[in-house]
């Protein structure tokens, strides 16, 4: 007997989907579950949020009229099924790569992705855009948002959901509740959800379809039958959501494709204001080593399907995350004003570290970076010592928070800023570019930059003893570079750099990381004749002015480094030079930042060298401020 093709196999575009057997769903699951597992095992990337819409994904282009339809998935780590039955699934194994796919939702890769993603809590208010647009176009079309019970824990999901119950708009809302964040889920919304789950409230089958036909306004009486027929979904009324204007229809599960497509089908029908159905699901539903770990392998490195070992690189150093949390766990012994701050990412920032020795003085917050800063300024308003650790990149969303409620008060917050600079695979969306820039021209606020572990561990101390005002010290992803590190931090003098190699041509002034390529820089130029300095600046702000003033006179030429967005070190140096007339002599000045452009997924040593921040890129511009760019052989 031949071999039955398989089902996902058939699927040559979407209508073929659409066509497809209601009873043929569950094995088309199976498949795209086993793709999407192969998938991953060889780019690595995030699983187990995927592995729990499988059937979701499935039920949803089954019944919406996608790409007319819209279906926005939030964060959109769970997209990877859906970029298999959309088209990309000769591309799935390009995932996270140079000149892949996006490990995200992107407009510029697909009809069927429309609206990019990354950061979460984004998808209610983008789909209330999209159905306000389509009645005012008068172009029908079913918008359909997808957001998890971690990202429902943001204010902005609600500000969504007011201004849609206020409009009445007819969009729909899914909740997906795994009872998972990237770590357990904190908070009341979390408990709350729990209890609409597992409560005893639940109304019968008759009643749901009953309740249903009385909310629903054009409600579809064979279609509630048949899911009276089929599914166990309940509703409830009374919930927040109604409070908030939506239909509430749920809970039901959502791995079961008998349950959910009679109601995606009713809800797609019958709708006219807004409706949220609630589905239950399982975060790295179908691989066993997903469902037995911890964190549902929410993001892994290539792996062995049958074992599910990971690969791991050996590492040569701690990382600068590790680095951080032991050494505030070390200030926080000795000092116990000191508090912890996690938005939702207790184990990336290195908090989980500080909330095992001091669980009392951790507070995850959520997925509320907005909020956690404002309750930090809280906590500083009253003599505590905040540290509010958030990425580089989630720390942009509650800029007004830092500006309006940390800066302007000059709090003593203490920003510990990870994922600074590139990060690879995660590509534009969650680089942390800006950082250097939004915080160096707020007034009062320090800025540092860590070169080495050892000057992280030094940074650390520096904010425990620093008390006047907001201060910031940036880090990069990954593993320090492999210095010794100090028994114990030391304070350093605020607004004070270093000079780590003397030379008398060419100054080299680094702001973070990079000055491991200055030095290798310093060494090949050397070789040239050319003697360099080499100095670490540690504050962006406030700049060493004596330091610049030096290397600007003594000096025929100065580079500045780091990698960040234009607008930061590198402009704050050029804006003191030019101000005190230190440029009027022909100083040669270059300064080094990370590109116009928003670079895609790649490695991050890909996208130093791209940027021409690491040793080369340095050579490349010493010699064309001196003219003598052809003495360099080219880049390989
Ligand atoms: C603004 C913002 N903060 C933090 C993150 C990091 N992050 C990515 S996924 C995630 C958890 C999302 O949980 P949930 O919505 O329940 O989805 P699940 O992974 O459980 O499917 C977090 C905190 C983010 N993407 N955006």
Redesign the pocket.
């Known amino acids: 007997m031949r071999p039955e093709t398989p089902l996902l196999d058939t699927i040559r575009k979407l209508e073929d989907l659409r066509q497809m057997d209601d009873s043929k769903l569950p094995q088309l699951a199976d498949e795209l579950r086993a793709e999407m597992i192969d998938a991953v095992s060889v780019t690595g990337g ?1 699983l ?2 995927g592995l ?2 499988v059937e979701l994904t499935v039920a949803l282009h089954h019944v919406f009229d996608t790409p007319h339809d819209r279906i926005i998935w ?2 959109g ?2 997209c990877y099924p859906h970029k298999i039955l959309t088209g990309r699934r000769d591309r799935i194994r390009t995932l996270r790569q140079e000149d892949g796919l996006s490990g995200f939702t992107k407009r510029a890769e697909s009809e069927y992705d429309p609206f990019g993603a ?4 984004t998808s209610i208010s983008a789909g209330l855009g999209m159905a306000e647009a389509s009645r005012l176009s008068g172009e029908k079309r079913n918008v359909v948002s997808i ?6 824990t ?1 204010g902005m999901a609600y500000e969504a959901m007011n201004n849609a119950g206020g409009l009445n708009a007819r969009q729909i809302v899914i909740l ?3 009872d ?4 357990p ?1 904190t908070g009341a919304m979390s408990h709350y959800l729990a209890r609409l789950v597992s409560g005893q409230t639940y109304r019968s089958i008759r009643e749901t379809a009953k309740q249903l036909s009385q909310k629903l306004p054009k409600f579809i009486y064979d279609k509630a039958r048949k899911t009276e027929e089929f599914a166990r979904g309940y509703w409830m009324g009374g919930t927040m959501f109604e409070e908030l204007g939506f239909y509430y229809v749920g809970p039901i599960d959502g791995h079961n494709l008998e349950h959910l497509l009679p109601i995606l089908r009713n809800v797609r029908d019958s709708q006219a204001g807004p409706v949220l159905v609630h589905v239950v ?1 399982e ?1 790295g539903k179908g691989y066993s080593h997903a469902e037995g770990a911890t964190d ?1 392998l ?1 993001a892994v490195s290539k792996f062995n399907v049958v074992t599910g070992e990971q690969s791991k690189s050996v590492p040569n150093a701690p990382s600068y995350t590790k680095v951080f949390g032991q050494s505030l766990v070390q200030e926080a012994h000795d000092d116990d004003k000191i508090v912890g701050i996690s ?3 207790p184990s ?1 920032t290195g908090m989980d570290i500080f909330g095992e020795a001091f669980p009392e003085r951790i507070y995850d917050v959520g ?1 509320a ?1 907005q909020h956690g800063v404002t309750f930090a300024a809280g906590l500083a308003s009253e003599g505590y010592k905040p540290f509010c650790a958030i ?1 580089s990149t ?1 720390l942009q ?1 509650a800029y007004d928070q830092v500006v309006h409620d940390v800066s302007i008060q000059q709090l003593p917050v203490r920003f510990p800023i990870d994922r600074a600079g590139f990060v690879g695979a995660d590509g534009a969306t ?1 680089a942390g570019s800006f950082d250097i820039a939004y915080l160096t021209c707020l007034p009062g606020f320090t800025v540092m930059a860590a070169a080495d572990e050892a000057e992280l561990k030094h940074m650390v101390a520096t904010a425990v003893a620093y008390d006047e005002g907001p201060i910031a010290f940036r880090y990069p992803r990954g593993e320090g570079v492999g210095v010794e590190l100090p028994e114990r931090g030391k304070a350093l003098e605020i607004g004070k750099g270093r000079i780590v190699q003397e030379g008398s041509q060419i100054a080299l002034l680094s702001f973070g990381t990079r000055l491991q390529d200055c030095l290798l820089a310093a060494e090949e130029l050397a070789d040239y004749g050319l003697s360099a300095t080499v100095a670490d600046a540690r504050f962006a702000k406030p700049l060493d002015t004596e330091l610049i003033t030096q290397l600007a006179q003594e000096h025929e030429v100065l580079i500045t480094i780091e990698e960040g967005a234009a607008g930061g070190f590198g402009a704050h140096v050029l804006h003191y030079l030019a101000g005190q007339g230190l440029l009027d002599n022909g100083l040669k000045i270059r300064t080094l930042t990370m590109p116009d452009v928003y670079v895609d997924q790649m490695s991050p040593a890909a996208m130093i060298s791209r940027a021409g921040l690491d040793k080369t890129g340095i050579l490349q511009s010493v010699f064309s401020a001196l003219g003598r760019v052809e003495e360099l052989p080219a880049r390989a």
Do not use: C, L, W
């Not at 998972?180 to 770590?183: F, K, P, Q, W």
């Open positions: 995030h187990g949020a729990g819409v939030d964060v780590h769970q990354a950061h979460s809590s957001i998890g019970d971690g990202s429902i943001a997906n509740d795994n998972m964040s990237i770590a889920p699901t975060k549902k929410h938005a939702a990412m990336g997925i970076e990425y989630f969303r969650h």
